[in-house]
């Protein structure tokens, strides 16, 4: 079992900034891959940006690209996510999670943290 726990949401103007925090605990040796992934109001989940665990690739969605930065604290085994310029189409709950393979569904789920980006 892994178990994922987020913080670092909250609501900041559009240009700003937050990171969040991704807490990993359990058997994170056995993770793969982490990803972010996001749910606005009334729209699907998507996913904004996964990394391979080891550090080896790091995939951006577009509509995040040159904006979001995913990182590791490996000894902290968390996992970060800088999010700058926000945009107000930003707003979302925002979600990490942590799969045991490089491919097909994620496996461990985090509660989530909302973030809000005021116009």
């Known amino acids: 079992q892994v178990q994922l726990v987020e913080s670092g949401g909250g609501l900041v103007q559009a240009g700003g900034s937050l990171r969040l925090s991704c807490a990993a605990s359990g058997r994170t040796f056995s993770i793969y891959d982490v990803g972010w992934f996001r749910q606005a109001p009334g729209k699907e989940r998507e996913i904004v940006t996964d990394?391979?665990?080891?550090?080896?690739?790091?995939n951006y969605a577009d509509s995040v690209k040159g904006r979001f930065t995913i990182s590791r604290d490996y000894a902290k085994n968390t996992v970060y996510l800088q999010m700058n310029s926000l945009k107000p189409e930003d707003t979302a709950v925002y979600y990490c999670?942590?799969?045991?393979?490089?491919?097909?569904?994620?496996?461990?789920w985090g509660q989530g943290t909302q973030v809000t980006v005021s116009s």
């Open positions: 990394y391979t665990w080891s550090g080896g690739r790091t």
């Open positions: 999670a942590a799969r045991m393979r490089a491919v097909g569904m994620y496996d461990y």
